[in-house]
């Protein structure tokens, strides 16, 4: 039986367990992927956006959001804010079980890595530089461009002149890629508080070999940016009256 909270839960499993993967992948000692750099992790992550989006419609949710941020942004959008709460609490289900996947599927290879931040990266994000109104002005700069060209992509004057609907995701995950080579530098572009929350706890609460401290001085951040850019975004879409 598909439900919308069902397609949240199960998309933002499937993007977490492809997205987190991919960084694993990179970074673990030992991976076969080892040291394939940052065009692996953004192409990586794109597609992972692409699949996740996919697994969330086919299982109930025509929203696919993955991501609070985004339900937030088109909240603000349409005045309506029934179900921020509900696919909140799917979304980060949904990205806890993922991240548990990630150490699963690497699991030889945390005993094998002996850098504590490298394990955490596989989980979530850390600034390349540590500045707190910098990496929060990131998060936020780089989550409304996310959210107002999702916007965008699925409006109807797009619709009326662009590319079928069955585009869609395909289109939501070169955006992701873009963002990521563009502005995801500073702050590893967490862009989505599920995807960096909930793999956080998860860190924080799994046995894995040799890991350190799950950086929670820092977590604040990549949960109240993408917040604070969605909700922007979906001011900006609201008075556009892009729909």
Same mark, same amino acid.
């Given at each position: 039986?598909?439900?919308?909270?069902?397609?949240?839960?199960?998309?933002?499993?499937?993007?977490?367990?492809?997205?987190?993967?991919?960084?694993?992948?990179?970074?673990? *000692?030992?991976? *076969? $992927?080892?040291?394939?750099?940052?065009?692996?992790?953004? &192409?990586?992550?794109?597609?992972?956006?692409?699949?996740?989006?996919?697994? @969330?419609? +086919?299982?109930?949710?025509?929203?696919?959001? /993955?991501?609070? @941020?985004?339900?937030?942004?088109?909240?603000?959008?349409?005045?309506?804010?029934?179900?921020?709460?509900?696919?909140?609490?799917?979304?980060?289900?949904? &990205?806890?079980?993922?991240?548990?996947?990630?150490?699963?599927?690497?699991?030889?290879?945390?005993?094998?890595? #002996?850098?504590?931040?490298?394990?955490? $990266?596989?989980?979530?994000?850390?600034? +390349?530089?540590?500045?707190?109104?910098?990496? /929060?002005?990131?998060?936020?700069? @780089?989550?409304?461009?996310?959210?107002?060209?999702?916007?965008?992509?699925?409006? *109807?004057?797009?619709? &009326?002149?662009?590319?079928? $609907?069955?585009?869609?995701?395909?289109?939501?995950?070169? %955006?992701?890629?873009?963002?990521?080579?563009?502005?995801?530098? =500073?702050?590893?572009? +967490?862009?989505? =508080?599920?995807?960096? %929350?909930?793999?956080?706890?998860?860190?924080?609460?799994? #046995?894995?070999?040799?890991?350190?401290?799950?950086?929670?001085?820092?977590? =604040?951040?990549?949960?109240?940016? =993408? /917040?604070?850019?969605?909700? /922007?975004?979906?001011? %900006?879409?609201? $008075?556009?009256?892009?729909?």
């Amino acid at each position: 039986m598909t439900s919308s909270l069902l397609g949240e839960f199960l998309g933002t499993l499937v993007l977490i367990l492809l997205g987190d993967g991919v960084v694993a992948a990179v970074l673990l *000692k030992r991976s *076969k $992927a080892e040291g394939g750099g940052w065009i692996v992790i953004t &192409a990586g992550w794109a597609l992972a956006v692409m699949a996740g989006v996919f697994t @969330a419609i +086919a299982c109930g949710s025509s929203d696919a959001h /993955l991501n609070p @941020a985004v339900t937030i942004g088109f909240a603000v959008r349409d005045g309506d804010f029934t179900k921020f709460g509900p696919y909140l609490v799917a979304q980060m289900l949904g &990205a806890i079980a993922g991240a548990a996947l990630v150490w699963l599927q690497y699991f030889p290879h945390w005993k094998e890595t #002996p850098d504590e931040s490298r394990k955490l $990266a596989c989980f979530c994000t850390a600034p +390349a530089i540590r500045a707190s109104i910098s990496n /929060l002005l990131s998060e936020i700069i @780089a989550t409304f461009v996310l959210v107002f060209v999702v916007g965008a992509i699925f409006s *109807k004057r797009v619709a &009326a002149t662009g590319p079928a $609907a069955g585009l869609g995701p395909y289109l939501v995950g070169s %955006l992701v890629w873009g963002i990521g080579l563009s502005l995801g530098g =500073p702050t590893g572009y +967490a862009i989505n =508080p599920a995807r960096d %929350l909930g793999p956080r706890v998860a860190h924080s609460i799994l #046995p894995i070999a040799g890991k350190g401290g799950s950086d929670w001085g820092y977590a =604040p951040i990549p949960v109240a940016g =993408p /917040l604070i850019g969605g909700v /922007l975004a979906g001011l %900006l879409l609201r $008075a556009l009256a892009v729909s």
